[in-house]
């Protein structure tokens, strides 16, 4: 096993929802790190954990970004990071895996399935040989106590439940 620190300048954390119920809000959150122990090249048995500042949240709307922000969602003043720590890793294939973990937010702590692919390896530059995956997942945001939402006058909600996230991670040696 290696320790890898995640580059925050060549990895996204982000997500998307549905909005009125007929299209897609994307966002992302700019500030996150992950202790990962793990041999890049087959993940069973490493160890990995995820670490995101809720306040960093960036739908490139501030309106939209402060009510998230606030108590009808994430509450970020009381609950200021959302958490993940791999339980299970599974190899699928050669380079997919299928990694479970405790999804922490709001103090609200439940499973989660992401697909992960291992995208390889390379050396930058510097000389410095990094890796990197590509993960996907979902969760339905009212099992975490993000419940607000708002009913349109047409039928439906603001709001969709499912929410799909996105990772891209590239990693060096710690």
Do not use: C
Not at 16 to 25: E, G, L, N, P, R
Not at 34 to 41: G, S, V
Not at 128 to 143: H, L, Q, T, Y
Not at 165 to 173: G, K, Q, S, V, Y
């Amino acid at each position: 096993m290696t320790k890898y620190v995640v580059d925050p300048t060549h990895s996204s954390v982000g997500f998307q929802a549905k909005h009125m119920m007929i299209s897609k809000v994307k966002g992302h959150f700019d500030q996150f790190n992950a202790d990962l122990d793990i041999n890049p090249e087959d993940l069973t048995g490493g160890n990995i954990r995820f670490e995101v500042d809720i306040a960093s949240i960036d739908t490139n709307n501030d309106d939209r970004d402060n009510h998230l922000r606030s108590a009808d969602f994430f509450d970020a003043e009381t609950y200021p990071k959302m958490t993940f720590v791999a339980t299970d890793i599974q190899k699928e294939d050669d380079d997919e895996y299928k990694v479970t973990g405790d999804l922490t937010i709001r103090d609200v702590t439940k499973p989660v399935t992401f697909e992960v692919d291992y995208n390889g390896r390379g050396t930058n530059p510097w000389g410095v040989e990094v890796v990197a995956f590509e993960a996907e997942g979902k969760i339905n945001r009212k099992d975490f106590g993000l419940n607000w939402n708002q009913a349109l006058e047409t039928g439906g909600v603001l709001v969709g439940e499912t929410i799909k996230i996105h990772l891209e991670i590239e990693a060096n040696p710690a």
